[in-house]
Structure formats: structure tokens, C-alpha cells
């Protein structure tokens, strides 16, 4: 059955001159067809340089947004249209205009796991593998991070010459693993190294032998000598740890590491909207255009 809807994949891709791409937390199989599989930023750089028609996104709909953002031009197709990260809705553009009067030299810097409505209102965005080099960049001491609280307080631990303001969004999935999870996986697993993603809490993030993107985590985990990981993430990123590293062990933190909303993108999904043309992304020509200064000025910063 499986083989079956890859070989109907493939020849749709054809016919449609489709390209897929998948993030690292979608499931196994939608990792394996994909084109390109990544962290956000590598997608978001992969999406603005393709020159196929279609765009398959295998993720959450901030992806599929910033992918149609970046190409106006080119059909962007999400396989299951409800795949949303809540964390993506988590600020108001009332108070990002509350700031904006309070302190005049503010960057609004907007992690792209946001709507596009919040980053027509930003001045940069920014993803967990580049956000501290791209506000460390910035001319402006006051930075207003949007939406999450702890990338946003994780970034300002490392630059103390930057004052930050905080928005309180979170993840679900990051915000559950907790400090706890961590003592007892370390009590567990002594040897094992910590790989942690900014999403995490400070209080979890203490336990870090590691913090970064999960790409960050990948090449992290496959270049250390150690031979044993304790995977503070979501876990579709096993898939390509073990991918990479047969001999190595990567044990999950012991909290529920399943994004609900990535794990919508199935195989039947990426076929179905191929064949029937479904889950078109939309966006209006005003906020494509607004929310495209933010991306690019990050692709920009970001080299
Ligand atoms: P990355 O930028 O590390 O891919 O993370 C995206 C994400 O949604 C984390 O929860
Ligand atoms: Fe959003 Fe968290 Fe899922 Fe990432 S893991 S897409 S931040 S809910």
C-alpha cells in the first residue's frame, strides 16, 4: 500500500513539477520522499530559491505561508490545511503598537513560527538557528521578540548589551519538557549528552550539554565522540539521528515529545493534495508584500 501511494507521489511531482519539503518533525515516511527535509531556516532558504511550479510544504502552516510569501508565483500546496502551530498566534499587533510608542528605537523581531499578520508588523525574522546572530546584528538596543518567551529569553541570556522585551508565548510540545524530565532522564542515562531546542524552558535548559535548531541538534549530535543523547525536542527528529549515526542511542526526554499538528502530514495527505490540488496557500498581495520585507531582511542577515 505504501509503495504504491510513493509511486503515485512520484509520478504526481512529475506531472505537476512538484517539489516536497518536509520539516524534521513530520513523520518518518514524509521525510523519506521528501525533496529537501529541514530545519525552518533551511526551508524557508530552499523555498525561495526553487524553480519548480509546485510547492509541496510538509509542515505547519507558518511554513506554507512563508514559502508562498517567498514565491508569489508558485503554487504552494499544504497536505493537511488544520497542521498549525498554536505558538504561531501567540501575540497581538496591538501590543507590538504599545511598544512601538513606548521605546523608539525598538526591533520588532519576529520568530517565524508566527502568522503572517504578526510579521507584516515586524521589523525581522528570524529562526532558533539564526536569531542570535541576527539580533546581535541589529543597531537597535531595545528588541521586542515575538511570540516566543523562550527563544526570546534564551537569546538575551547570551547578548546582556540588548534590552528585551517579552511576549508570553510558548510551545506546548517544548514547554512539557520539563526540568524534572531531564534529572531523571541524566539519572537514567549518566553518559548521555543533552540536546536541547530554545523552545525548552531556562529551568530545562540548564541541563543542556547542547542548545540549538534542530538541524543544530542533528549535526551536533553526529560530529560529538559521545555515544549516547537524551533528545529534548520533538521526536520526528530521531528519524535522521539514527539515520545518521547507527551506532549512537537517542533516548527521549520522558515527556510527550509529539507535535499533534506536525504529525497531521501523512503520505495519503502529500498524494491527495497533489492529485486534487488541495490546500492552496493564499495569501492577499498587501500582506505578502508587507510580511516579505521582515523574511527577506533575515535571509539577508542570516548569510
Ligand atoms: P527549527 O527551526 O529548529 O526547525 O524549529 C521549528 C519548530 O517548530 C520548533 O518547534
Ligand atoms: Fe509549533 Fe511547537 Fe509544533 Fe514547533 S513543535 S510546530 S513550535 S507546536
Known sequence: ????????????????????????????????????????????????????KTIVFAGVSFMGESAKILNPDKTVLMPDMQADCPMAHMADVERIKQVRKKYDDVAVVCYINSVAELKVHSDVCVTSSNAMKIV??????????????????????????????????????????????????????????????????????EYADYIGSTAGIIDYATKSDSKEFIVATELGVLYELELNNPGKKFYSAGSTQTCPNMKKVTLEKVRDCLRDNTGVVEVSDDTRAAALKPLSRMLELAK
Open 1 to 52: 500500500m505504501t509503495s504504491k501511494i510513493i509511486e503515485e507521489i512520484e509520478r504526481l511531482k512529475e506531472e505537476k513539477d512538484a517539489v516536497i519539503l518536509a520539516h524534521y518533525y513530520v513523520t518518518d515516511w514524509v521525510q523519506e520522499i521528501a525533496d529537501y527535509v529541514g530545519d525552518s531556516y533551511y526551508l524557508a532558504k530552499v523555498a525561495a530559491g526553487l524553480d519548480k
Open 136 to 205: 546581535k546584528s541589529l543597531p537597535n538596543k531595545n528588541i521586542f521578540f515575538i511570540p516566543d518567551e523562550n527563544l526570546g529569553r534564551y537569546i538575551a541570556s547570551k547578548l546582556p548589551e540588548k534590552n528585551f522585551i517579552f511576549n508570553d508565548g510558548f510551545c506546548h510540545v517544548h514547554k512539557g519538557i520539563t526540568a524534572e524530565n531531564l534529572k531523571a532522564a541524566k539519572e537514567e542515562h549518566p553518559d548521555a549528552e543533552v540536546l536541547a531546542h530554545p523552545e525548552c524552558t531556562a529551568a530545562a535548559l
